[in-house]
């Protein structure tokens, strides 16, 4: 084939020997050389020589500059080399060092998740992870208004709550949480990159964790509480929840044998059922119930989304603590499900718009004072230390107890100068002792804190003189009996002379028994404590449930001893019904949760009787005139009838009004903590109108009835003697009987 007009590359061999062929120098021969060839191929202008394809290899050789067959290495720079084969060695070292190393962590990485892994229980004996059981509080109609402890409302599965939860949770906390092995390094690198942002250390605040790691964290790595070890359960909370690097490890590695040990909704249900969603609430069970009155089943997006906010923060962000806060974070829970596709933006702006609210009960904040009492009267085991989880029937009147409380904000809001530091107390109570409400402070719709009503022991002042008083009729005196107020001194063994005086530092003269207990007048107390016998009047204050030691000194009937209002208003409640002690209670029965069968039943109700039917009757007629006609006018209804008895201590540091209708007793105190004396105020001001702003509340809409009392027979009315004629004198007398004689003799008429 001819080859013009194509230039061809280099013959391998004209590649391996650059100088024509493996003969070495040998010069081309040829008549051809350098002209151009004849016959063979045309080769014209190619530079190609006789003999075709060789001839023309040959002339391009000459044509090109011959290259050496070897060049001569160059000498390398020795500081270079030295440099270059220290960071050899030194590399090497450290890949021998890191694989080694790399070896022996996965090793001890292994060995750590298979240890964790031989411990992990059964999935079931993971769900309530609670170190004490509840106590659900209901009223007197059935309803829940409090709960105290842990409260666990049954354990749940990832797929037995409302697909809404289990979408916010992974939504909030752990978006990746279907794909990771337990720890997520991106998180954990998100984590430290905000952490360092926001000026804080590359661990503290954001932690990266996953929802494993939270899980196992909650399960406090495998530990669990043993009062052997731990001062408190406090302590042993707070070290489950340490941070340190070292713990946070053994946590991924508890972590890491849990996703071999258990599937996703397996690890996913155990959080859910042992995360505490504040108001006391662990579970998404127990905080379904305790917000929103439901189960977690059926929750909608929104109130989904307010749940899974609170395990940031569950103490801070709980409903019950702060609506508003809550469905803000409850609306960035929503937009999270949006983004990540869990809602469509129809569903998300739909849940935006009508934010969750708490259930009518979670909203009622009352009885949170009474709640309180009733668990410090019940047994330890099934109240404040309780591993069970237990139902506790009550007497609280949830009508009565909004009347109470609303008194007390109407009084303070309106009738209190500002700044005043003043305290007070509400009970309220049955004619047998059934607490129906109880204010333990003038703050309400608290809990936990100081009970004033129940804790706080007191001097009674002249509110203890219906005792006295109760003692005299007991003994046969009546009310119409009368005694004189004047100034009055005794000598006190040991103490020297005594002399009280009234309060209004007036004196009345002579007064019926009923005149001195309207208007307070304590000379009479005093004149008939110690006539009647002192022994006798604190034998029926404590019959009638003061438990506080009766003070036996003379001042006694001025009300020196001291006692709670509950006692002081049971005590009020044994007069209304006829003379009969009281035990005030609040418990009703109590059960298991889910059984029907009553494990204890009313610890308390009307006991022996301390004084007669008749006398207790007299005695609340007279404390009638208290109300219309002497000190407790304040406390006089429009509507019906009332009796009570105003009590001020000693330089006013107490002020107390108790009184009852047919229906219920009210016992009213104020004071200040500190024990200082109140400015301005006495039973017959402040307390009475509490006292009457209650009793306005619970008694609206009832019929009215009325008091037991029994009036006494009036006085007898004595006869007055016949003026008798004056005596004649003696001479005068002698002469008419003379005078008679001579009559008769001589038959005159």
Partial sequence: MSDSGRGKGRLVADRRYPNGGPTGNRKPTGKGQGKPASGGGSGSGNGRGHGGKHGSAQGRRRSAPRKPAHRPAKKRNFLVAFVLGVVSFVLSIVWRITWRVTAVVALLLALGVGYFYTKLPPVAELLDGRARGSVTLIDRNGAIFAWRGDQFGGAVTATSVSKHLKNAVIATEDKRFYHHFGVSPRGVA??????????????????????????????????????????????????????SLARKGKEALYAMAMELKYTKDEILSIYLNRAYMGGGAYGAEAAAERYFGKHSATLSPQESAMLAGLLTAPSTLAPTSDLERSQNRAATVLRLMRDQGYLSAAEEQQAQAHPATLSEEAQSKTGGYFADWVMSTGPEYFTRDTMEDVVIRTTLDPKLQKAAEDAMNEVYANKVKEGSKAQAAIVVMSADGAVRAMVGGRKTGVSGVFNRATQAKRQTGSAFKPFIYATALELGHSPYDTVVDEPFCMNVPGSGQWCPQNYSRNYKGKVTLTDALAHSLNIPAVKISESVGRDLVAKVATGFGIKSEVNSSPAMALGTSEASLLEMTGAYAGILNGGSAVTPYGLVDLRLKGDDEVLMGTGGGIRERVIQPEAAGQL????????????????????????????????????????????????????????????GVTGGGLPAEIWRETMLRVTEGTEAKPLPAIAPEPPRQVAQPQPQPKRQPERQRRDNIIQQVIRDLLGGG
């Fill in 620 to 679: 609340i007629w007279m404390m009638e005139d208290v109300v219309n006609g002497g000190t407790g006018g304040r406390a006089k209804l429009p509507d019906r009838e009332v009796a009570g008895k105003t009590g001020t201590s000693n330089d006013a540091r107490d002020a107390w009004f108790i009184g009852f209708t047919a229906d219920y007793v009210v016992g009213v105190w104020m004071g200040n903590d500190d024990n200082s004396p109140l400015t």
């Fill in 190 to 243: 998100s984590a430290v990159r905000i952490n360092l942002a926001e000026g804080r250390g590359p661990l503290s605040g954001h932690g990266g964790s996953t929802i494993t790691q939270q899980t196992a964290k909650l399960l406090c790595i495998g530990v669990e509480y043993d009062p052997k070890v731990w001062k408190s359960e406090a302590d042993y909370v707070a070290d489950c929840r340490e941070s």
